[in-house]
């Protein structure tokens, strides 16, 4: 994996005004994640001494391995080893005709066989998996690990070899996939190439470019057929003779026009006379005028550097180079996006493990679970501990699903094609994942093809913490948590702290760093504490394809950009989100339907939209008997631009005992059209200063301050 070292953790400079009797928040301080995944691998490698553990002392990971207790067998693996040897010795005796096993799954069977605790050792090198792995319980307890000081790599897929250059300068290769599978992406020296697509990929990866815009239909189709056809402009569109294996990759999202999921479709037929693509769709995603895409996945589409495309029915890729050469090894065809799947295995250990070039599959609403796949699949395994593994270029990082008391600490998951790190449920049996632990990992570049998703996403997930997790440059969500389907993915008792959160929500119209759910609606009695936060931002066209400025927000128009630091949506209540510093994003804190939240001691700075926006929307109608009014006490904020707004509140249908400010500390741009309020409580009328909003009994205590 490309590591990321000299990343900079020191936090952000932002002015503290401590109030008396209350103490300052603190911003979030984390261990260099690379350096505690060194030492995760130090601690849990085959051949690691008891004091190995004793390095994690005085990190954030001091409690999460404390050894194996007792003698355990060892089985070793190496891409120079033999299946028929007996996998007990780390290196051939070629005399002897002895050595490792070449397989992991011979290594798995063995294990099986000897029974009691074992741990299979991978040697470093290059291992090229064509199907998945699966353990189950015949492998409780079963450590699959490293030996130490050694890094193996498996790749999900198959080598390319034997290219031959055609006079066009495109070159070609055969390629005999397993049964029932495709190419689902193509990696050139670890790097991630481009599926045959139109128009092309922008070469400087500028998300605002590489796009063509849905036109209005004429004659207009009624707006839920959004999820089936979408019309286009005259001469957008190339001729595709062929459409099988086209798709279009497309944003949309639950309500026609929206923009805050996509989904890659198949395309059934283009009628260029009615200018309309008829795709494969869904009863959830709809797009509408002005839903951004492209298409791709037709030998029409090949023509610009770094792009391919498979002819499933000869066998054979067509690829153009970069750099009109090409090497005869580092080329993988990626076609898993399931490596490892624990289904059963309780208490098994997966450690100081490569794990890249997958398939991109994971985070689509077509034909697949909606946040399923996984690198590393957990079902029903209890214990299970996934720890310092590097994670790169597949379709999800790690994923767990009614298991209970998972383990995922010291990973570095990168450039993934949808989350970095699911746990939560499957739709239909909704058993819970309660207890899960996601330590100190480090989660970049995630929603790389699929921009509904998380650095880490969690539901039907009780008791989960969430901590010293370093999270960069997320499509959506840096950690998206609660129920999304009512009761039967609810959560509760949450613990999400001490994250380091950069520039979240970098491809949608709405998002941000840090959202919980409530949809069961009732207290989730869940906590959001010492986390930093800085970046978070939206991407947004209009109809016509322009797009709206970065870090945009207008509370008086609509439909527009919509991002938070951290927000509570779907009626989500009995949240404390508390100590938090937030500094650079749009909008810092946003509470959406719920009641019964505290807002405490944060420290707000250099905002572009609202410090506090509270909306009654997704829960408007609904007050049930414990509710209490939404608290927004002893924060610090900062208004930076001169129209600059403290906060936003727009709740007529619950009134002025929806939230309550209290004890706050402003400084900056503060004047007589800092707070909107509606209901209109105060007497200037819906916009005011802060003697207005005091004056209406909505605030006690709050100050305008100079800087100090």
């Known amino acids: ?207 605002r470019k590489g796009w063509l815009f849905a036109a209005k239909c004429d004659p207009a189709i009624d707006a839920r057929e959004g999820n089936t056809r979408f019309c286009f402009h005259a001469g957008d569109l190339p001729a595709v003779d062929d459409t099988s294996g086209l798709v279009v990759d497309i944003v949309g999202g639950y309500q026609p026009g929206s923009q805050w999921g996509n989904d890659t479709l198949p395309v059934v037929s283009i009628d260029g006379a009615a200018r309309t693509v008829y795709t494969k769709g869904t009863g959830y995603f709809f797009t509408a005028e002005g839903s951004r895409y492209f298409l791709a996945g037709a030998k029409a589409l090949l023509d610009a550097p770094g792009e391919w495309w498979y002819d499933l029915a000869t066998g054979e890729l067509h690829y153009i180079p970069v750099d009109q050469s ?159 389907w009512g009761s039967n993915d609810a959560v509760y008792n949450a613990v999400i702290e001490h994250n380091v959160i950069h520039n979240a929500n970098q491809r949608t119209a709405d998002g941000g760093a840090i959202k919980m759910m409530g949809e069961q609606a009732d207290p989730l009695n869940s906590t959001i504490r010492s986390n930093l936060i800085t970046g978070t931002g939206h991407l947004m066209n209009r109809a016509d394809g322009t797009f709206w400025p970065p870090g945009y927000e207008n509370t008086s128009e609509w439909p527009s950009p919509i991002s938070w630091a951290i927000y509570t949506d779907g009626k989500a209540s009995g949240l404390n989100i508390e100590g938090n510093t937030l500094s650079g994003n749009v909008a810092a804190i946003g509470i959406n339907g719920g009641w019964s939240n505290l807002v405490a001691a944060n420290v707000i ?19 049930p008997p414990w509710a209490r009014p939404n608290r927004i006490e002893n924060n610090i904020v900062s208004v930076d631009n001169s129209d600059g707004l403290a906060a936003y509140v727009h709740a007529p249908d619950h009134g002025p005992e929806y939230v309550q400010f209290a004890r706050n500390r402003y400084i900056g741009n503060l004047n007589s059209q800092s707070f909107r309020i509606n209901p209109r409580v105060m007497r200037s009328g819906e916009f005011g200063g802060l003697g207005d909003l005091q004056k209406a009994g909505v605030d006690t205590g709050s100050v305008v301050a100079p800087p100090e």
């Open 326 to 484: 090409l090497p005869n090894s580092g080329v993988v065809a990626g076609i898993l996006p399931t490596f490892f799947r624990l289904d059963g295995a309780n208490g098994m250990v997966v450690s100081g493990l490569e794990l890249r070039d997958g398939a991109p599959e994971g985070s689509g609403k077509f034909y697949t679970e909606t946040r399923g796949f996984g690198a590393i699949r957990i079902e029903h395994a209890d214990d299970v501990k996934i720890l310092g593994n590097g994670i790169e270029n597949v379709g999800v990082g790690v994923h767990v699903t009614e298991s209970k008391d998972a383990l995922i600490a010291g990973n570095v998951i990168a450039d993934v094609a949808g989350n970095g790190i699911y746990v939560g449920t499957n739709y239909g049996t909704f058993l819970k994942s309660n207890g899960a632990r996601i330590l100190s990992n480090h989660i970049h570049d995630i929603g790389k093809v699929y921009i509904e998703t998380a650095g880490i996403w969690f539901q039907a997930a009780d008791n989960v913490r969430i901590a010293d997790n370093l999270i960069e440059n997320t499509a959506q969500f840096g950690i998206s948590g609660g129920s999304l």
């Open 605 to 623: 700075t250099h905002g572009s939209g609202a410090a506090f926006r509270v909306d009654d929307g997704t829960g408007r109608g609904w007050h």
């Open 1 to 207: 994996m490309r590591r990321r070292f000299g990343l900079t953790l020191s936090i952000l400079p932002v002015m503290l005004f401590p109030q008396s009797g209350s103490s300052a928040p603190v911003g979030a301080e984390i261990d260099a994640p690379e350096r505690l995944q060194m030492l995760v691998r130090q601690a849990t490698c085959a051949e690691a001494s008891t004091t190995w553990s004793a390095k994690l002392n005085g990190t954030s990971l001091s409690d999460v391995w404390s050894g194996s207790a007792g003698a355990r067998t060892i089985f070793y693996v190496s891409p120079d080893g033999n299946d028929t040897w007996s996998g007990r010795l780390p290196t051939a005796n070629r005399q002897a005709g002895d050595g490792p096993f070449a397989s992991i799954e011979r290594a798995r069977d063995a294990a099986r066989e000897k029974g009691g605790a074992n741990t299979i050792a991978l040697e470093k090198g290059d291992y090229y998996l064509t199907q998945p792995i699966v353990f189950d319980a015949r492998d409780t307890g079963l450590i699959l690990t490293a030996r130490c000081n050694e890094v193996p790599i498996l790749h999900g897929g198959l080598q390319v070899r034997d290219w031959v250059q055609q006079a066009d300068g495109r070159w070609t290769a055969l390629l005999k996939l397993p049964p029932d599978e495709g190419v689902g992406d193509l990696f050139v020296k670890g790097r991630r190439q481009t599926r045959a697509r139109f128009p092309n990929a922008p070469a400087d990866g500028d998300p």
